[in-house]
């Protein structure tokens, strides 16, 4: 049996992933990238959970893609033909990046550390993004030659605008946390040995909302980032409709009248 490259906690309705290759930053490795994968899957079809924490084990949070991997390191024999590092993106990443955004719960991203290449940008792919005030961004791609994946090209430029997105990609400087939160790259900065607490708070709060309204408000979103404001305005009657005949709102605006504690269940 391989490694436990991903870590799994079950905190009530809070599923957290942890990242568990500390001796090399939590790089990703094609078989973590697979444990990933499978331990969202496990985390989407499990009804109790109600919202995914990931975080870091060790002093960060994930180094990227591992540049040592078989899959993408250089071949030391010149003669070699290249590697095609494509069929990582295609065959590990995208399907990554498309299930954290698809997940049917809330996803939270503890930044505990240092958040490089793709390890940054699958952290800013979550839907709340907290780090510590040590941790750091960097867009380490154009360090090493290559452009901005597992969504950075896409996410940048929407977070912080082009020219925030193109000074950080093209540089690849070290994007301290605070300042991070000062661009509106990520939500919140808290004291290192605050963040798993704060982390986690957030995540159990999210845990007990209603988890379709958010998960929509989510899809909305993304959705309207490319729409004009009256199609924006019709998407959301048409998702305001839908959850209007759903348990939650029905619960939720009765217990609001009954000046209780809303019990929400759908997921
Ligand atoms: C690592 C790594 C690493 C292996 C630290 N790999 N060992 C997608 C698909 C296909 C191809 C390519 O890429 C992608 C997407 C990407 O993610 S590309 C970007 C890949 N990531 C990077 O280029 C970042 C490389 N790492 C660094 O620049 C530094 O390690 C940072 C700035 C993250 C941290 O620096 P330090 O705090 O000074 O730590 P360190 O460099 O001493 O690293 C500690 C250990 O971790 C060290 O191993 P060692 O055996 O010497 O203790 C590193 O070799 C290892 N490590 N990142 N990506």
């Known amino acids: 049996m391989s490694e436990h490259l991903i870590q799994i906690e079950q905190?009530?309705?809070?599923?957290?992933?942890?990242?568990n290759r500390p001796e090399a930053?939590?790089?990703?490795?094609?078989?973590?990238?697979?444990?990933?994968?499978?331990?969202?899957?496990?985390?989407?079809?499990?009804?109790?959970?109600?919202?995914?924490?990931?975080?870091?084990?060790?002093?960060?949070?994930?180094?990227?893609?591992?540049?040592?991997?078989?899959h993408v390191a250089p071949s030391s024999d010149p003669a070699a033909a290249p590697k095609d590092i494509g069929h990582m993106l295609d065959h590990y990443y995208i399907p990554l990046a498309l299930r954290l955004r698809s997940m049917p719960v809330p996803v939270v991203a503890a930044v505990n550390g240092v958040a490089a290449g793709a390890g940054a940008n699958m952290a800013l792919g979550c839907d709340l993004v907290l780090a510590a005030e040590t941790a750091s961004f960097i867009q380490a791609f154009s360090r090493i030659g290559l452009l901005p994946d597992c969504g950075g090209t896409w996410l940048l430029p929407r977070l912080v605008g082009r020219a925030k997105a193109l000074e950080l990609a093209l540089l690849g400087d070290k994007l301290k946390a605070a300042d991070a939160a000062a661009l509106g790259l990520i939500s919140r900065v808290v004291p290192d040995a605050e963040l798993a607490?704060?982390?986690m708070a957030v995540a159990q709060k999210l845990a007990g909302m209603p988890t379709r309204a958010l998960v929509e408000t989510r899809r909305a979103m993304d959705e309207a980032l490319r729409l004009?404001?009256?199609?924006?305005?019709?998407?959301?009657?048409?998702?305001?409709?839908?959850?209007?005949?759903?348990?939650?709102?029905?619960?939720?605006?009765?217990a609001f009248l009954d000046k209780r504690k809303?019990?929400?269940?759908?997921?």
């Open 11 to 19: 905190h009530g309705g809070v599923r957290v992933l942890r990242l």
């Open 25 to 70: 930053l939590n790089a990703f490795t094609a078989v973590m990238l697979g444990q990933l994968r499978h331990a969202l899957e496990a985390a989407a079809d499990d009804g109790p959970t109600r919202c995914v924490l990931i975080t870091g084990a060790g002093r960060a949070f994930s180094a990227g893609q591992d540049l040592a991997d078989p």
């Open 197 to 199: 607490d704060a982390a």
């Open 228 to 254: 004009d404001f009256e199609p924006a305005l019709k998407q959301e009657a048409v998702l305001q409709s839908q959850l209007g005949f759903a348990h939650d709102y029905l619960e939720g605006a009765a």
């Open 262 to 267: 809303p019990e929400f269940k759908d997921r």
